[in-house]
C-alpha cells in the first residue's frame, strides 16, 4: 500500500483563476448540442406533465421569499412548533402573521401543502390582524382539512400548518416511519437522522446512539440487492463531537474517528452505502483528517459503501476529488462521491468578511458554482476508482451529466425528499439512471429549521428550483449555458459582492485575518508567533528614579520581560514635553497625521507575530483572542485616519451678506489615555491615536500588568512618523495616572477601566486648577442577555459561551446575567451546562484552549471569595475545574433567584442565571435598567415586535439580537455605554473624534474691506 500525499490546495484562491479554465473547456459543438437538447426536454416534461411541480417549487411560487406571507411562513416553520407556551405562541402568530394576506392563496394552487397553509395561516391572520372577522369560516379547497381540524383557534391552525409543512418535506419523524414510506419505491435512499451540531458529550453520544440504530434498522429492511442500490445514511461529522472545530483538530483526531469508524463497521457488515455529509470550508481539512484514518483500518477492506459529499461552491472542490481517488488508489477501494452545489454559501460569505481573508472560499456567482459542477462531473466520471452521486435539481446539470455519461450505467442521481419531484419524473421517461432519495427522518419541531434552510437556499430568484416553479420564465432562460453568462474571466466574480478587505471601504480597508481552518495559513501564523524576539523592556518617555522590574505572564508565573514605571515627577515631566510637542502636531496637515496611522496599521498587521506573542505570554489570551485583538488595533488606525478626513476641514457658515463666517477644528492640547489590561493594545492603541489624529499630543499610561504590549505599540507609532515628544509612553501604577490626571496641562482623559476609577478621575478633573476638560470613560457592566421561548436554544447556547466565558470573561462587554423564560429554562440550562464542560481551560497559547487565565492573583482571589461565598449559598449551577499553577478560574454557572441579586459586575468566567415569565417581560427590562449599567444587551428571541421595543428602552450602549455580545467591530458596531457604564461617544464610531476637538469661530467682516464687491457685481 502506498500511503497517499496529505491534503494541500490553497484555501481561498480568486475566482478569475478558474475562468480561464471553465471557459476553454467548453463542451465541443457536438455535446453543447445534446445537453441543450437533453436539457430543454427535461424542461418540457416537467411543464408538460405537471401543472403543479410539487415539493418546494410549488411552495416557493406561491409564498415567495420576498413576500411578506412567504417571510411569515418561513419565521413560524423555523420557530414555532418549539415555543412551549401559549402565551409567547400568540406573540409571535400576531406578529408574523398581522401584515400578511393569506387568503388570496387558499385557491391560487391545486396542492394540499400550499392550500393547507395558505388557510391555517390565514384564518390564524383573521383571528389576530386588523379587521379580524370573528365569524369567518373556512372556505375555498380546504374546507375538508379545516372540518378535520374541527374550526381550529389559532394557535391550532398555524401549528397544523406547519407540521403539515414538516410531513411534506420530513420523510418520518422515526426511521421506522421513514422505512415504512420507502417500502415499494423503485428509488433508492439515504436516509439521515437530522439535527443540529452536538454542544456536549450527552449530544454527541445520542446522535451516535440514532445513527447506529438506523443502521440497525436499514440493514434489517434493505432486501438482497447489492451496492450500490441498496439503502444508505448520511453522517455529520460535528453531531459526533461537541467541539469539531480547527482549533480542537488534535483532540478530534485523538476521539472522533472511533466514533466514525465504529458506525462504518455497521454500515460495513450490512453493506449500506455510508456517506459523510459536506459541512462549512473551515472544517473540510479537518473533515478529510478524520476520513483518511477512518478508510485506513484494515476492517474496511473489500468494502465499497463508503463515501462523502463534495461542495462545488467551494474552489478546493477539484482538489477534493484528487485526494479521495488517491486514498482509494492507496487502500485499493472504491469509494462513493456524492457531487453537491452547496449549502452554506451565505455563511461562507460572512465568515470570510469576518475572518479577513484574502479572498472566499466559494464562488461568487452562481455561474461559476455551476461550472464547477459541470467539471467536477466530468472529472469523476473519469474515476474508475470513485462512483459518482450526482445531487442536483437543475435541469442543464442533468442534461450535462447524461449527455457526458452516454451508455454507463455505474453512477446515479440523487435529490432532496420533498424537491425535484417533476425533474426526475421527467427524467425517468427519458432515462432509466438510478436516481437516490435524501430522506431526512426526525421529529418536526427539530427538522424545521432544516427546512428553512432548504428553501430559503433555492428560493433565490436565481435558483432554478425558484424560477423553474415561475410560469413567465422562458424555457430557454432556465437551461441557459453557463459559459454563457460568464464571457471571460473578468465576469467571474460577481461584482456587488467586494473582497473581504474592501467591504470597509472608502471608510478603511478591512485588516488581514486568518481562517484557522486553514493548514497552511495556520502554520504561518504560528511560525510568526514563535519566531519572534524578546520583548524590548518599557522604559517611560521620561526617566524617573524607579528600578525596572520583571514583568509576569499570568499563565504560569513566568518572566515575560521587564518594565521600568515612571513615578510622579516623571509623570510630569512628560506632560511637560508633550505640551511643548503639541503646537507643531497639531499645526500638522491632518492628510499627513492620517498618513501616518495607516503606516502605523500596516506596521501592526506586519509585526502581528511579535504581538500575539506579547498578548498570549503578557496578557493570557488565546491565540483567536491575540489576532482579533491585532486586527482591531490596526482597524483603529485606519478607521480614525479616515474619519479624521472626513471631519477635520474648515466648514463655511452662512450669514448676512458682508461677512465671512468659518468653522475651525484643532486639537484641544495633551490627552491622558488611561488603558486597561484586558485589551492592552486595542483599546490603548485606538485611546492614543483617536488623540493623535486630531492633532493633540497623548501622554498613555497603559496598565500596570501589560506594559510590554503598550510599549511595542508606542515604538510601532513613533516608527510610523509620529513624533516622540507628541506620544510619550508612561508605565506605572495608579499614582501615575493621579498624577497626569491631576495636572493642569491635561485638556482631557481618555479611560477605559473601573467604574470606581472613573468616578475618581472625574472628581480630580473637577477639583483641579485650569480649564475644563472632558472625560471620555468605558466601563464595565452587569451585561444582561434576554432569552425567550421563541430562540433557538443550540444557537443561544453558543452565543452564551463565547458572550461569557471568552477571553476568560474579561471583556467589558461579556454577559453577567442570562435571563432565560421559564418554560425553557431547564433545557437550556442543560445543554448549556454540558457545552460549558467541553471548555477547554489551561495554557492559552496551546491550540484546543479556549478559557485561558484571569490577569493576576489579585482578580483570582476575588474571584474564588466570590464563587467560596455562592458555593456556600447552594446557589452554583456547574462549578468547572481550573488548572495550576496560573491564575486559572473555571467557568461557573451561578442561579439567581431574581435579576436584583447580582449587585456589582464580577468581572470573570462567571455566569449567573435568573428565570422569567412570560407576562413579566416589562417587569424584567425595568429590573435590568434599575442596575444603572449600561454597556451590552442581548435578546434572543424570534418576535419582531420584541426586537423593536428593546431596541428602543434597552439599557443599553450596544443591543444584540440573535447573536454575541462581544466582539464589536470598529465603524459598524461603535462600542460604549452610558449611565454608570460610560461618558460616551461610543469608541470606533462617527462621533468619537469629535470630543477630541476643540472648535472655533472665525468672524471677518468683508465689508470693512471697502464693501462687499460680490453683491455690488451682481447682475439683474
Known amino acids: 500500500m502506498v500511503e497517499p500525499p496529505p491534503f494541500s490546495a490553497p484555501y481561498a484562491p480568486p475566482d478569475e483563476a478558474f475562468a480561464a479554465a471553465f471557459l476553454a473547456d467548453r463542451p465541443d459543438v457536438g455535446l453543447g448540442a445534446a445537453i441543450d437538447s437533453e436539457a430543454l426536454a427535461l424542461v418540457r416534461g416537467m411543464r408538460a406533465e405537471h401543472s403543479a411541480l410539487g415539493g418546494v417549487e410549488d411552495f416557493l411560487h406561491e409564498f415567495s421569499l420576498s413576500s411578506r406571507e412567504g417571510l411569515a411562513v418561513m419565521a413560524l416553520a423555523e420557530s414555532l412548533l418549539r415555543v412551549p407556551d401559549d402565551a409567547t405562541a400568540d406573540q409571535l402568530l400576531a406578529d408574523k402573521l398581522a401584515a400578511g394576506d393569506f387568503s388570496h392563496h387558499e385557491s391560487a394552487s391545486d396542492t394540499l401543502l400550499v392550500q393547507a397553509c395558505a388557510f391555517a395561516l390565514g384564518f390564524s391572520a383573521r383571528l389576530v390582524g386588523p379587521g379580524k372577522d370573528e365569524s369567518a369560516e373556512p372556505r375555498g379547497l380546504v374546507a375538508d382539512l379545516a372540518r378535520r381540524l374541527g374550526l381550529p383557534t389559532l394557535r391550532i391552525a398555524a401549528r397544523q400548518a406547519m407540521r403539515l409543512m414538516g410531513a411534506h418535506f420530513v420523510f418520518g419523524e422515526t426511521i421506522d416511519d421513514a422505512l415504512s414510506r420507502a417500502k415499494g419505491r423503485r428509488e433508492r435512499f439515504s436516509f439521515d437522522m437530522l439535527g443540529e451540531g452536538a454542544r456536549s458529550a450527552k449530544d454527541a453520544e445520542r446522535y451516535f446512539d440514532a445513527y447506529a440504530s438506523a443502521i440497525e434498522a436499514i440493514g434489517a429492511r434493505a432486501g438482497d440487492r447489492i451496492l450500490p442500490d441498496r439503502p444508505g445514511i448520511s453522517v455529520k461529522l460535528s453531531a459526533l463531537h461537541p467541539r469539531y472545530e480547527a482549533i480542537s483538530r488534535d483532540r478530534v483526531l485523538k476521539e472522533l474517528p472511533q466514533r466514525v469508524l465504529s458506525l462504518a463497521r455497521l454500515a460495513k457488515a450490512r453493506d449500506l452505502a455510508f456517506t459523510i455529509d459536506a459541512e462549512e470550508a473551515d472544517r473540510l481539512e479537518l473533515s478529510l483528517d478524520v476520513i483518511a484514518r477512518v478508510v485506513a483500518d484494515p476492517s474496511l477492506a473489500g468494502w465499497n459503501g463508503f463515501g462523502l459529499a463534495v461542495q462545488a461552491y467551494q474552489k478546493r472542490a477539484d482538489a477534493v476529488i484528487d485526494y479521495i481517488a488517491a486514498l482509494a488508489e492507496s487502500y485499493d477501494r472504491r469509494f462513493m462521491l456524492r457531487l453537491v452545489k452547496g449549502a452554506y454559501w451565505d455563511s461562507e460569505i460572512k465568515r470570510a468578511q469576518e475572518r479577513g481573508l484574502a479572498d472566499y472560499p466559494v464562488f461568487t456567482r452562481k455561474a461559476m458554482t455551476d461550472l464547477n459542477y459541470d467539471a467536477l462531473a466530468a472529472a469523476l466520471l473519469s474515476q474508475p476508482r470513485l462512483y459518482p452521486q450526482f445531487a442536483t435539481h437543475n435541469a442543464r446539470s442533468v442534461a450535462a451529466i447524461l449527455a457526458r455519461a452516454g451508455a454507463r450505467k455505474d453512477y446515479e442521481f440523487q435529490r432532496l425528499h420533498g424537491m425535484g419531484d417533476a425533474l426526475y419524473a421527467a427524467l425517468a421517461q427519458m432515462s432509466d439512471a438510478p436516481v437516490r432519495i435524501y430522506a431526512p427522518v426526525g421529529p418536526h419541531r427539530d427538522l424545521l429549521a432544516y427546512l428553512v434552510r432548504r428553501l430559503i437556499e433555492n428560493g433565490a430568484n436565481s435558483s432554478f428550483v425558484a424560477r423553474a416553479a415561475d410560469p413567465q420564465t422562458p424555457e430557454a432562460a432556465l437551461v441557459e449555458d453557463p459559459h454563457e453568462r460568464i464571457g471571460d474571466a473578468a465576469q467571474a466574480r460577481h461584482p456587488r459582492l467586494p473582497l473581504p478587505a474592501q467591504i470597509y471601504e472608502p471608510l478603511r480597508a478591512n485588516s488581514k485575518g486568518v481562517e484557522f481552518g486553514d493548514k497552511a495559513a495556520l502554520a504561518a501564523l504560528l511560525g510568526e508567533r514563535d519566531a519572534a524576539p524578546p520583548p524590548a523592556p518599557a522604559r517611560p518617555s521620561a526617566v524617573g528614579k524607579n528600578a525596572a522590574r520583571d514583568v509576569l505572564s499570568p499563565i504560569d508565573g513566568a518572566v515575560v520581560g521587564q518594565v521600568t514605571e515612571t513615578d510622579p515627577d516623571g509623570a510630569r515631566a512628560m506632560m511637560a514635553n508633550a505640551a511643548s510637542a503639541f503646537p507643531h502636531w497639531n499645526a500638522t496637515p491632518v492628510e499627513t497625521r492620517a498618513q501616518k496611522l495607516e503606516r502605523a496599521a500596516d506596521l501592526i498587521e506586519a509585526r502581528r507575530g511579535a504581538f500575539i506573542a506579547l498578548l498570549q505570554s503578557e496578557a493570557g489570551k488565546t491565540l483567536d483572542d491575540a489576532l482579533a485583538e491585532v486586527r482591531e488595533a490596526a482597524d483603529m488606525c485606519r478607521y480614525y485616519a479616515s474619519e479624521a478626513r472626513r471631519l477635520i476641514h474648515e466648514v463655511r457658515l452662512p450669514g448676512p451678506t458682508g461677512e465671512d463666517n468659518r468653522l475651525r477644528y484643532s486639537g484641544r492640547g495633551v490627552f491622558v489615555c488611561i488603558s486597561p489590561w484586558n485589551f492592552p493594545l486595542a ?105 425567550d421561548s421563541t430562540a433557538l436554544i443550540e444557537q443561544v447556547v453558543d452565543d452564551v459561551l463565547a458572550s461569557a466565558f471568552r477571553s476568560a470573561g474579561q471583556r467589558c462587554s461579556a454577559l453577567r446575567l442570562l435571563c432565560l423564560q421559564e418554560e425553557i429554562a431547564p433545557s437550556a440550562i442543560e445543554t448549556l451546562i454540558g457545552a460549558t464542560k467541553e471548555l477547554r481551560i489551561g495554557d492559552p497559547r496551546r491550540l484546543g484552549v479556549h478559557v485561558g487565565p484571569v490577569i493576576d492573583a489579585d482578580a483570582k482571589a476575588k474571584l474564588d471569595r466570590y464563587l467560596a461565598l455562592q458555593r456556600e449559598a447552594g446557589r452554583l449551577l456547574y462549578a468547572g475545574e481550573a488548572p495550576t499553577p496560573g491564575y486559572y478560574v473555571a467557568p461557573y454557572i451561578v442561579r439567581l433567584d431574581r435579576v436584583a441579586d447580582l449587585r456589582e459586575e464580577v468581572f470573570g468566567p462567571v455566569l449567573h442565571v435568573a428565570t422569567w415569565r412570560a407576562r413579566d417581560f416589562d417587569a424584567l427590562l425595568r429590573e435590568i435598567e434599575a442596575s444603572g449599567y449600561g454597556l451590552t444587551f442581548g435578546l434572543e428571541t424570534r418576535i419582531e415586535e420584541r426586537i423593536r421595543d428593546v431596541a428602543t428602552r434597552a439599557p443599553a450602549g450596544n443591543v444584540y439580537v440573535n447573536r454575541n455580545m462581544i466582539g464589536a467591530v470598529v465603524g459598524s458596531q461603535p462600542f460604549g455605554g452610558f449611565g454608570l457604564s460610560g461618558t460616551g461617544p461610543k469608541a470606533g464610531g462617527p462621533e468619537y473624534l469629535r470630543r477630541f476637538l476643540r472648535e472655533t469661530t472665525v468672524t471677518i467682516n468683508t465689508a470693512s474691506f471697502g464693501g462687499d464687491a460680490g453683491l455690488l457685481s451682481l447682475e439683474e
Do not use: W, Y
Not at 501622554?699 to 510601532?716: G, R, W, Y
Open 683 to 787: 483599546i490603548f492603541t485606538g485611546q492614543v491615536v483617536a488623540a493623535l489624529v486630531t492633532g493633540n499630543a497623548a501622554v498613555a499610561k497603559p496598565a500596570e500588568q501589560t506594559p510590554l504590549i503598550a510599549a511595542l505599540a508606542v515604538s510601532l507609532l513613533h516608527e510610523a512618523g509620529v513624533p516622540r515628544a507628541a506620544l510619550q509612553l508612561a508605565p506605572g501604577a495608579g499614582d501615575v495616572g493621579a498624577a497626569l490626571v491631576a495636572d493642569p496641562r491635561t485638556a482631557g482623559v481618555v479611560f477605559t477601566g473601573s467604574v470606581e476609577v472613573a468616578r475618581h478621575i472625574n472628581q480630580s478633573l473637577a477639583a483641579r486648577a485650569g480649564a475644563i476638560a472632558p472625560l471620555i470613560a468605558e466601563t464595565g457592566g452587569v451585561n444582561a442577555m434576554i432569552v
